[in-house]
């Protein structure tokens, strides 16, 4: 079954911490993508990559950034952790998309990050 | 304007009932269309894809109607185990847009 995993299922961590959220798929799936998901606004894109050593801002980018260093493994790292990242954390991935084709994404299970 | 526009509902209707959500996109150049389902607490998994020529998975039924730019899905016979938020979701190239999601209660 293929699968991708994320590092925590919980966390909680102190203002102003360094956070790593790792997520490793094992699809060989060419593009990764981080997601913030919090109630009433759905899913927000983060950060994605489309190939190793790649990365493209999202819409909330601001706090974060990321490394894709492997193909397999796309970290998410909050520089200086506060409050407001407080959130539900999904990693996805999917093949490259071409013309016709129709690729949906598959989701890690989520960190759910809490920062006191 | 939201890239994804979904009514949040909740939608609540007994066990065996027909129940049909619609989310309307802006980008008329988006690509590709699915539907993923999402339990309370849990990650968002893919129910189906949407084909331009409308496809049927058992009790589900999804339409593309690309002139009017919505994507709809159609439940029959609903199962309280079908209670859940779906998801909308239309991808432009490699670049997903997920809709808010229309929750959907099953009552017995």
């Known amino acids: 079954d293929v699968k991708v995993t994320q590092s925590s299922r919980y966390l909680v961590k102190r203002t102003g911490e360094k956070v790593f959220l790792e997520c490793v798929q094992d699809m060989d799936h060419e593009n990764m993508f981080w997601y913030r998901q919090d109630p009433g606004l759905g899913l927000r894109l983060i950060y994605f990559?489309?190939?190793?050593?790649?990365?493209e801002k999202g819409d909330i980018p601001e706090g974060y950034s990321v490394s894709r260093e492997k193909k397999e493994r796309f970290s998410l790292i909050l520089e200086s952790a506060s409050t407001n990242q407080t959130s539900m954390y999904l990693c996805a991935s999917s093949l490259r998309q071409g013309e016709g084709a129709n690729y949906g994404y598959t989701f890690g299970s989520g960190t759910r990050l809490t920062v006191v | 304007r939201k890239e994804v526009e979904q009514d949040p509902g909740p939608f609540n209707v007994p066990e065996g009932a027909t129940v049909a959500f619609n989310c309307t996109y802006s980008n008329s150049a988006s690509q590709s269309f699915f539907w993923y389902r999402q339990d309370c607490r849990k990650e968002p998994k893919l129910l189906m894809s949407?084909?331009?020529s409308g496809n049927e998975d058992g009790r589900f039924t999804a339409q593309l109607n690309r002139a009017s730019q919505y994507i709809s899905l159609l439940i029959r016979d609903s199962k309280l185990s079908d209670s859940a938020t779906y998801l909308c979701?239309?991808?432009?190239?490699?670049?997903?847009?997920f809709g808010s999601g229309t929750k959907l209660n099953v009552k017995p």
């Open positions: 949407v084909y331009s």
């Open positions: 979701v239309v991808s432009n190239f490699n670049k997903f847009y």
């Open positions: 990559s489309y190939d190793v050593k790649m990365k």
